[in-house]
């Protein structure tokens, strides 16, 4: 383990280079999601490129009455993708287990 | 009051060393949207992108996700801070 030399220190950007021509998930703002495949191009400002794309954006209603939350998802696909970095959140492999 | 930063762990002396010194920990990073990420530090950077281990996902306090990796864009992050317990308490 060199911990001396830092200058070789790997980053996470190195880390996503692993996940290139995957599928990755991928957190927005504004409650969106994207699922798709991340093609060659990406840069350190997570700018992307994916292909195959399917968006889900999520929204939650409260009732005023019975204050429920109702949650709605809108979905829509998406062939080729270019993501500007500056919305991103976070980028994950695909989730196996989706929750709730 | 001298040496303020001298209270913490001993090593520490700038925040480039504390981000030195948290890999491999489990850490709690905070979003400016107030969504937290509780998980293993595998690395990060100077802009404060963060990749994380094991990573499970927490909105006002309930656990919403689980992620194998995590990356997360630096400008997200209002704060990272390691956890003296391991991430699987409390699951």
């Keep these: 383990m060199s911990g001396e030399e830092d200058a070789t220190v790997r980053e996470p950007l190195d ?13 927005l703002r504004s409650d969106r999601e994207l699922r798709g495949k991340l093609h060659q191009a990406f840069d350190q400002h997570l700018n992307m490129i994916l292909g195959d794309v399917e968006e889900t954006i999520t929204t939650v209603e409260i009732d005023d009455e019975t204050y429920e939350e109702i949650v709605r998802t809108t979905k829509r696909t998406i062939d080729y993708l270019f993501v500007r970095g ?3 959140i976070l980028v994950a492999p695909p989730l196996r287990t989706a929750l709730g | 009051m001298s040496g303020v930063g001298e209270k913490v762990s001993g090593t520490t002396k700038t925040p ?4 030195k010194s948290i890999r491999g920990r489990p850490v709690v990073v905070k979003l400016n949207s107030g969504v937290d990420y509780r998980g293993i530090l595998t690395c990060l950077d100077g802009y404060m992108n963060i990749a994380m281990e094991q990573t499970e996902e927490y909105v006002n306090g309930q656990l919403k996700n689980k992620y ?8 997200n992050v209002l704060y990272i801070s390691t956890v003296k317990r391991t991430v699987a308490d409390g699951a």
């Design chain 2, 16 to 19: 480039a060393d504390f981000l």
């Design chain 1, 15 to 27: 880390l996503i280079r692993l996940s290139l021509d995957e599928r990755i998930y991928v957190k």
């Design chain 1, 86 to 88: 500056d919305g991103v």
């Design chain 2, 68 to 75: 194998g990796d995590a990356f997360i864009r630096g400008n």
